[in-house]
């Protein structure tokens, strides 16, 4: 069972119930739960819309797209049914908050299912979680069974006329299935591929509806708006950055874990007081802000650095999943973009020539050259391979393997010289074989 | 001339549990296709991976092809074509857990099972995968086993988790005599 | 939809909104590469080698999915975009093996290309390629992962374009591998269209793999020899010892009415004519009664000798002749014209697949009536009545498939089983055993829905076969007549059945189905019989009872087709001329070793009233054309060569020593007709051509358009005779039902559609098994 952890600093919002037995559907309601779908019942969609502008609640997918103006984008009249589809693919290495979420509080995620169904008209929902999250998987189909059971799924929820629907659905080991197409594809049967947009989902989505998207933190989020008012909720973080989130504070910090603090909150306060500092006294090397996908920064980088959205993507990075990866001196840079780019070597779809060629390639390039037979072209090389992926590829994962190598070699050139000329790596630790990597 | 003629519906392999449940599935989305990927995670968590009946039976249920199975199939990892032993050790060693000592943690299973990445012990009772990020980096290094979530682990754990599962093993081995 | 307009590298361009900004760009000449942009196949964004910039739009846009509206604006030449393309085929080349040398695709590789155009000069890849072994699918079929840039166009035609669905792709990332649908085999239709389609070495074809190199070759376009479709098929030849070898045959040429398609007899089927059992030299059969090896002089004299004989002793009608279903419209033409005025008798048959006599005549003083194959593909509706197209008119198949993918068309299926087009079918209907017959009737009363729906179209293309004859064919066209707007194809079998039949090769009929009762413009022909001759049934029966002194047979094999017993041929004299030593020609008393389609030049005529022109593509060592066998013949029986083929501008042909002249009284007409169409005679009685001109001259329906057909393009006869047209008989008709892998006896002798028959049938078996 995942630790929970909590600190002064902490704004629970979304993590208010964890611990507290809300995966029971009485508990949940004892705790406030299922007010805010009773609430947006008796509203119109385009209040429910409304609201949620107001909030300033940004996707906790990773893109940081307003959830309001999202569902905005759906057509109110449809030939063919809507839907609403919960990501709860988790899988971008530095993140399991949604883990916690489903775990502690699927309830929440059930009655920001429906919600999101009444704002944009759609009778139908699915909440696909990743195909490793078997357990999560039965709390969530538990809970949603209880829902049905109380009346609020099915026809006439809540003693009303409107009716909604929520399925359940395992993946089974991608993590481009995250990309929301993707997960379309997935959710229709098929392989994990991403689809060509335009048409964009609120518009041509699932089964060729159309279709909202969210993470499930974001979901999670929406009963808590509705519960607390959309302006207090908005009140908690920075401007256009409404609310908490969850960050996965993860690597070399004395206390990780998963923290929820409110949008903007400084990113070298969140190490050292929340995470409690660098594990073992050691120095700060970098920090890889928002999941592995995005550029890692260096400790010069974060001095002043609010986690916002847009503080983050001036400081040349992203906000991302809120994983947070902290990484002490001695830790070798070029190991940790070797296993970055594995990851998306292995992840890659395939689709698209760029980021399936170009991750292979840089995969064995990193490999070769942390091995000790990396020669001084390799360095300008690798660059230039992942800039020329950069903004290229069919889906955004191609840009996510490029972007934080690109940052690795441009931050960390020294490093990756002093692997140069058969040196061993300056890291190698006794004992510790060379990585084999998936 | 090329498409097959359809064949008489041959028994399922599947228990009568699970063939009930899969035809719960099918009948469950608007769409039957969707049922595919948890009906192949389904029927290989019984048994044990994807053979060839799998594919076959499952394609039939859904009415596709069993190309169109294993073109689907083989794009997500955690179905496999091969057997895994009963116990699939997944050590994590993405990011976090390898800042956390996922490496170290995946080589003491090495060294405490005699096998390699994708390898099986030869009683069958467990098999070694390096895998990509589980979704507990903030209580890294975690290793999954089966469905099972361990996190927090260092090295010295490991035997400790193997005999949890051997006497797990052997009380299910004794309940079913 | 109305146009737009849109700026690309600065110049106003013009076109439909929804356009493509790909084919926008390629019609207005600016290029952009590609790899995984097909016309006509679903769109992929996959290969990334289209990006463009498009003004306001933060990343590069794949040409290849962008649709234009109006004021956008497009950059495809900057330094920008160049460098993406030199990216994308360097990111390419990275796990490319560069066999180059030794690969099939070499010389003609879209990577090859691409990368001269766009991409880098040296390579800095210095990782380990990925290596996989290369797989042989089927006996067509390998695959060669490495080379593989996954653009997935092979399953893409195979799936949209053939509707078979046999490839997928299997594993993600850079393990992804383009699969089979048998685990490592291909249970398919075996087209061989992935193979065409692959822009590089991956998919390599089991005939042509490894044997030479594409600049070794020289091309030559012609028409399939197989089925009664007409695919345009250009022939990859090798110079051999003088002569020419075919070692490919492909659609390279897109120009066809198949355009991108060919089917497995086209693709694979050619090797027949390197077989080594054709025959090379004339065989006569000595004192011995065994065939043995003679000189041509031998053999013609033997022949002409006996022939003139018969003739002579128990008149024309005591002999009989066959002519053949793939030979070209020229030669058919001659045979008959040699049968009627240099043997003196109607005995002239082919070995009819379907009833076309019976379609002329129902279509008698109609014009336009006949849809061609492009009329088809391209037709808003289409009836489909019987047979199997899938199995037995490939090109038709994907003509409807295409029809009703692209252009929504609308397909009515009426059949008596169920037949895999019903897939594309909007309605479809199970007509009885031996119910077609009442079909017109059915339609007619429009209670069905799918009457109903046959009813509610504008206008209709009937396609429909072997089912009617006769009476029944009589009925279904004065159905489509009455309702108006309705065209007809009426299909059979093999290259130039249709042919056969327009030419004449009937005992009762003249070229364009002219009765011989009124022979009008056949009036000329000197010495025409005009009592009807036998046909073909009533030949081999007369034979049997030793009735038939002689029988000639050109490139068909009735011993085989009707089981003929050889001894009922045992009384009379027979003459084959045929490519192989057939059941017909081992029986024969003279064998002349005939050149085959792709040997000779001429014109076809498929099932459709498309006309084509054959060109010389191989050459082989010791063979003639059946033309020239036959005006040798004719000459060494003493018959009168200008009159029979119209050559040469004086009265005099030297070595052959006849003269046509000016009839008595009359003006030389072919002569006069040449002049008045400013043509210049043919020089030589073996030029194909001089038929060929009287064909156009003479015979109603063949008033070609004759510069289009010249230059290579398909032209339309029409098929109708003058009313009152006496009946042929139908009892002979036998439809040869081939398959995707058979070709009657000449499939026989193709090693590679032997081989993949044999493959197809092996997973039949399996998949029965399991
Ligand atoms: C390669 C890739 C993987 C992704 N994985 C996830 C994921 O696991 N979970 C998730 O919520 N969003 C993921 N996303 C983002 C989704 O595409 C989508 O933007 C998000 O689910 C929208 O929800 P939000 O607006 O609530 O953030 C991924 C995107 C990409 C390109
Ligand atoms: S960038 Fe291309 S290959 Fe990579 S995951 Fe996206 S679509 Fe697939
Ligand atoms: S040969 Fe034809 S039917 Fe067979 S896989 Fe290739 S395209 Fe498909
Ligand atoms: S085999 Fe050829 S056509 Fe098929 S995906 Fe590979 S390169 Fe493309
Ligand atoms: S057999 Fe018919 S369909 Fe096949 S290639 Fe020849 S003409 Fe075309
Ligand atoms: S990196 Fe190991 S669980 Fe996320
Ligand atoms: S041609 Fe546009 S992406 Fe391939």
């Known amino acids: ?438 | ?177 | 939809m109305a146009d737009v307009t849109f700026t690309v590298d600065g110049k106003k361009l013009t076109a439909p909104a929804g356009t493509l900004l790909i084919e926008a760009c390629r019609k207005a000449g600016i290029e952009i590469p590609s790899f995984c942009y097909y016309p006509g196949l679903s769109l992929q964004a996959a290969c990334r080698m289209c990006l463009v910039r498009m003004a306001k739009v933060p990343k590069l846009q794949t040409a290849c999915t962008t649709a234009v509206a109006e004021g956008q604006e497009f950059i495809t030449n900057s330094p920008e975009i160049e460098q993406a393309r030199k990216a994308m085929t360097e990111l390419l080349l990275g796990n490319h093996p560069l066999d180059c040398p030794v690969c099939d695709a070499g010389g003609e590789c879209e990577l090859q290309d691409m990368t001269f155009k766009y991409g880098a000069g040296e390579t800095f890849y210095a990782e380990a390629k990925n290596h996989r072994e290369e797989q042989q699918w089927s006996p067509a079929v390998f695959y060669d992962r490495p080379r593989c840039i996954l653009c997935y166009r092979c399953i893409r035609v195979c799936g949209e374009g053939m509707d078979v669905w046999a490839l997928g792709i299997e594993n993600r990332g850079s393990r992804s591998v383009i699969a089979p649908n048998q685990g490592n085999r291909l249970d398919c239709e075996q087209c061989g269209m992935c193979i065409d389609i692959c822009p590089v070495g991956a998919l390599t074809s089991g005939t042509y793999r490894y044997k030479t190199r594409p600049w070794e070759m020289h091309h030559v376009t012609t028409v399939c020899t197989h089925c009664a479709d007409g695919c345009k098929v250009t022939l990859g030849l090798r110079q051999v010892d003088g002569a020419a070898e075919i070692i490919r045959s492909d659609n390279r040429d897109k120009s066809g009415m198949n355009n991108d398609f060919l089917c497995a007899k086209g693709r694979f089927g050619f090797d027949f004519a390197g077989s080594e059992q054709r025959l090379s030299m004339p065989l006569v059969r000595n004192a011995a009664g065994k065939l043995e090896p003679a000189t041509w002089e031998d053999a013609l004299r033997v022949a002409a000798t006996r022939l003139t004989e018969i003739r002579g002793a128990r008149g024309g009608s005591a002999i009989g002749v066959i002519g053949s279903n793939r030979t070209t419209n020229e030669e058919n033409y001659l045979l008959q014209k040699f049968a009627r005025t240099v043997l003196n008798t109607n005995n002239i048959d082919h070995e009819r697949t379907t009833d076309y006599a019976a379609f002329a005549r129902a279509l008698a003083g109609q014009k336009g009536k006949t849809a061609g194959l492009r009329d088809v593909a391209f037709a808003p509706a289409v009836l489909l009545i019987g047979g199997n197209p899938t199995d037995e008119h490939p090109l038709l198949a994907w003509a409807l498939r295409t029809d009703a993918r692209l252009s929504k068309a609308r397909l009515y299926v009426a059949n008596a089983s169920p037949i895999k087009l019903e897939r594309q079918a909007k309605a479809t209907l199970r007509v009885a055993a031996g119910g077609y017959k009442d079909l017109p009737a059915q339609l007619e009363k429009g209670e069905s829905d799918f009457a109903k729906a046959v009813l509610a179209e504008e206008s209709l293309v009937v396609v429909f076969g072997e089912e009617f004859r006769g009476a029944d064919v009589a009925n279904l066209v004065a159905w489509g007549l009455k309702r108006g707007n309705v065209t007809f194809a009426y299909l059979g079998d093999h290259s130039n059945s249709r042919g056969a039949a327009d030419m004449g090769l009937l005992p009762d009929l003249l070229p364009g189905y002219v009765p011989l009762g009124q022979p009008a413009g056949f009036s000329e022909y000197e010495g025409l019989p005009t009592a009807p001759g036998k046909d073909l049934r009533q030949m081999l029966d007369a034979a049997g009872k030793g009735e038939l002194g002689a029988l000639l047979v050109m490139g068909a094999n009735p011993v085989a087709k009707r089981g003929l017993d050889p001894a009922a041929l045992k009384n009379t004299f027979v003459v084959a001329l045929d490519i192989f030593l057939t059941e017909t020609a081992e029986f024969a008393d003279v064998v002349f070793p005939a050149a085959s389609l792709y040997e000779k030049s001429g014109t076809v005529t498929n099932a459709f009233g498309d006309v084509q022109l054959v060109r010389k593509g191989a050459d082989r060592a010791g063979v003639k054309s059946d033309f020239e066998i036959l005006v040798r013949l004719a000459g060494e029986m003493g018959a009168n060569i200008k009159a029979l083929v119209p050559f040469g501008k004086t009265a005099v042909m030297g070595d052959l020593g006849q003269s046509r002249g000016v009839q008595s009284g009359e003006a030389d007409r072919h002569a006069v007709w040449l002049a008045a169409n400013g043509l210049e005679p043919r020089l030589s009685p073996f030029d194909p051509f001089a038929a060929f001109d009287e064909i156009v001259r003479l015979v109603p329906g063949y008033d070609l358009d004759r510069l289009n057909l010249l230059s290579g393009n398909d032209v339309r006869a029409e098929i109708g005779a003058a009313p009152g047209s006496a009946l042929s008989t139908t009892d002979a008709i036998a439809p040869a039902h081939d398959g995707l892998f058979t070709s009657g006896t000449l499939g026989r002798y193709s090693k590679a559609l032997k081989d993949i028959q044999e493959h197809q049938e092996r997973e039949l078996l399996e998949s029965a098994a399991d």
């Not at chain 1, 290495?93 to 949604?98: A, E, I, L, N, V």
């Not at chain 1, 609020?152 to 003693?159: A, V, W």
């Open chain 1, 1 to 438: 069972m995942p630790r929970l952890v909590s600190h002064p600093d902490e704004v629970k919002i979304i993590s208010r119930r964890f611990g507290q037995g809300a995966e029971k559907i009485d508990r949940y309601i004892e705790l406030g739960g299922y007010e805010s779908v009773k609430k947006c019942l008796a509203q119109t969609p385009d209040w429910i819309i409304n609201e949620m502008k107001a909030s300033n609640l940004r996707g906790r997918g990773g893109a940081g797209f307003s959830t309001g103006m999202k569902w905005s984008f759906v057509p109110k009249q449809s030939a063919k049914p809507k839907y609403v589809l919960v990501n709860g693919d988790e899988s971008e290495p530095g993140t399991c908050k949604d883990h916690l979420i489903f775990l502690h509080d699927p309830h929440s995620v059930i009655e920001g299912t429906i919600i999101a169904g009444l704002a944009i008209g759609a009778k139908l929902g699915f909440i696909y979680l990743r195909g490793e999250y078997r357990y999560l998987l039965r709390i969530v189909e538990k809970a949603v069974a209880d829902a049905y059971e109380r009346g609020f799924l099915g026809k006439g929820i809540f003693g009303t006329q409107a009716d909604f629907d929520i399925i359940t659905q395992t993946g089974a080991g991608a993590y481009e299935v995250g990309e929301e197409s993707a997960l379309m594809e997935s959710l229709e049967g098929k392989r994990g591929i991403p689809r060509i947009k335009p048409p964009f989902p609120a518009v041509v989505g699932l089964y060729g509806g159309p279709t909202i998207i969210n993470n499930a933190e974001t979901i999670a989020t929406v009963p808590h708006i509705f519960a607390m008012g959309a302006e207090a909720y908005s009140a908690v973080g920075t401007p256009r950055n409404g609310g908490t989130r969850l960050f996965c504070l993860s690597g070399h910090v004395e206390r990780p874990g998963v923290y929820e603090l409110p949008m903007g909150y400084n990113l070298k306060k969140m190490i050292y007081e929340v995470g409690g500092g660098i594990r073992g006294g050691r120095k700060l090397k970098a920090v890889v802000p928002g999941g592995s996908s995005t550029p890692v920064l260096l400790p010069e980088e974060i001095e002043n650095l609010g986690m916002d959205f847009d503080q983050v993507g001036k400081a040349g990075s992203m906000l991302g999943s809120g994983g947070v990866v902290v990484i002490d001196d001695q830790t070798c840079i070029v190991e940790f973009a070797l296993r970055t780019i594995s990851f998306y070597q292995h992840e890659s779809c395939g689709w698209c020539i760029p980021c399936r060629e170009g991750t292979d390639w840089l995969k064995k390039s990193l490999k070769r050259f942390h091995a000790g037979f990396g020669t001084a072209s390799d360095i300008d090389n690798i660059r230039y391979l992942a800039e020329n992926m950069l903004g290229r590829t069919f889906c955004p994962l191609g840009d996510a393997a490029a972007m934080p190598t690109a940052a690795f070699v441009k931050k960390f050139r020294k490093e990756f010289e002093d692997h140069l000329d058969g040196k061993p790596c300056p890291y190698a630790k006794e004992g510790v074989p060379q990585l084999t990597v998936v």
């Open chain 2, 1 to 177: 001339m090329s498409p097959k003629n359809m064949k008489e519906e041959p028994l399922t392999i599947f228990s009568p549990q699970l063939s009930a449940r899969f035809d719960a599935l099918v009948q469950k989305y608007p769409v039957k296709r969707s049922a595919l990927i948890p009906m192949l995670l389904y029927a290989q968590d019984e048994v044990g991976y994807l053979s060839d009946a799998v594919v076959a039976d499952v394609a039939r249920r859904i009415g596709i092809t069993e190309l169109d199975v294993r073109s689907v199939a083989s794009y997500y990892s955690m179905l496999r074509f091969k057997p895994a032993g009963k116990y699939n050790i997944q050590v994590c060693t993405n990011i976090c857990c390898m800042l956390r000592g996922g490496y170290e943690l995946f080589d003491r299973f090495r060294e405490e099972l005699g096998v390699e990445h994708k390898g099986i012990t030869p009683d069958g009772l467990f098999s070694l995968e390096e895998v990509e990020c589980i979704g507990a980096c903030s209580w890294a290094p975690a290793i999954q086993v089966n469905y099972d979530f361990h996190d927090e682990l260092d090295p010295d754990r490991v035997p400790g988790i193997l005999d949890s599962y051997r006497s797990q093993a052997k009380a299910e081995g004794e309940a079913h005599a």
